[in-house]
């Protein structure tokens, strides 16, 4: 059974860095997509990064670009999003999802496995 484990989150002031990370077990994950998503509240889930696990390719939402990167380590099994230059409208519930077809979506739906979250609360 898949589990994603997120860890890492927190509050910080505006301009800080945290680094979230998220523990993968239960499968193989070679051949999959792994996102890292977001919801602040009263708005929708949205995500934020994604990358594939063989090639290392990444995917980073415009909102985020140049502040937030993705990385996997393969030896720990885990993925891991740098988030720098933090500002309160990053302030959210931080997903992990898989997405075993690798699919490449940038769409939830495409996720069937799920992180409980990790909280991000960026002060200004």
């Known amino acids: 059974q898949v589990q994603l484990v997120e860890s890492g989150g927190g509050l910080v002031q505006a301009g800080g860095s945290l680094r979230l990370s998220c523990a993968a077990s239960?499968?193989?994950?070679?051949?999959?997509?792994m996102g890292w998503f977001r919801q602040a509240p009263g708005k929708e889930r949205e995500v934020v990064a994604a990358?594939?696990?063989?090639?290392?390719?990444?995917y980073v939402a415009n909102s985020v670009k140049g502040r937030f990167t993705i990385s996997r380590d393969n030896a720990k099994n885990t993925v891991s999003l740098q988030m720098n230059s933090l500002r309160p409208d990053d302030t959210a519930l931080y997903y992990c999802a898989a997405d075993g077809y690798g699919s490449g979506s940038s769409l939830e739906e495409a996720y069937e496995y799920w992180g409980q979250g990790t909280q991000v609360t960026v002060s200004s």
């Open positions: 239960g499968r193989t994950f070679s051949s999959y997509v």
């Open positions: 990358i594939r696990w063989r090639t290392g390719f990444t």
